[in-house]
């Protein structure tokens, strides 16, 4: 069983829809939760960067940590087009600083 | 800030060659790590290196190793090239910030490097 496990996708969603992406994992260590957006042939890009339990918000998007369920979740308001793209979640423990363990990620397509 | 940089951006080798990677991290950043993306198997973390030592590895053979210099930038190496080497290098930087005692540590990716083995 994977450390990370993503709903694996894809996702197709109409333009202004809500989106909700999510992650469980297996480790209690894992304090830091990120997630990335990669586009084709690109690298991942950092979108959120959560430490332990809580929400974040930043313009559109939402990451929310319930430590308690493993669970970890990334919500997209008013989807564009220029959102599709994969969506990866990762996750590190405080003392492997370099070291992020990553689903396997959720390809998004939001269509105009 | 220039963000991270990798060369070369794509590669062709045969089975049994060896290829050398290199990756420039974000200015200030100490931490170079390393991971390979295939579809099969998603990111995979390689290595992390810091202060030119080598911090983390994966579980990865020997034929997989790296390196970091005085100037935080790096390099990794396959030997004995396999059919299943193939796929996107990627590197990342980030850097220490502590704050309340907690580390800041937000990695920042690469491009990539595409490699084909055939």
């Known amino acids: 069983q994977k450390e990370v496990e993503q709903d694996p996708g894809p996702l197709s969603v109409p333009e202004g829809a809500i989106v909700s992406l999510n992650c469980t994992y297996s480790?209690?260590?894992?304090?830091?939760f990120m997630w990335y957006r990669q586009y084709s042939r690109k690298g991942p890009e950092l979108l959120m960067y959560?430490?332990?339990?809580g929400n974040k918000e930043d313009g559109r998007f939402t990451a929310q940590v319930d430590k308690s369920s493993k669970y970890i979740s990334l919500f997209i308001r008013d989807s564009q087009p220029s959102d599709s793209a994969t969506y990866l979640c990762?996750?590190?423990?405080?003392?492997?600083?370099?070291?992020?363990?990553f689903g396997d990620g959720t390809t998004l397509t939001v269509k105009p | 800030k220039a963000g991270v940089t990798q060369t070369p951006r794509y590669l062709i080798k045969t089975r049994g060659q060896q290829v050398t990677l290199s990756c420039s991290p974000i200015?200030?950043?100490?931490?170079v790590s390393w991971y390979q993306q295939t579809p099969g198997q998603g990111l995979q973390f390689l290595f992390e290196y810091f202060s030119e030592t080598q911090r983390n590895k994966g579980n990865f053979p020997g034929r997989f190793s790296g390196r970091q210099f005085s100037n935080s930038r790096s390099e990794m190496n396959v030997s004995t090239l396999e059919l299943g080497d193939s796929a996107l290098y990627l590197c990342?930087?980030?850097?220490?910030?502590?704050?309340?005692?907690?580390?800041?540590?937000?990695?920042?990716f690469g491009p990539g490097t595409r490699l084909t083995v055939l």
């Open positions: 990762a996750m590190r423990r405080q003392t492997n600083a370099g070291k992020s363990t």
């Open positions: 480790n209690s260590a894992f304090q830091y």
């Open positions: 200015s200030g950043h100490r931490s």
């Open positions: 990342a930087s980030s850097s220490p910030i502590g704050t309340s005692g907690r580390q800041g540590n937000e990695q920042f």
């Open positions: 959560t430490y332990s339990s």
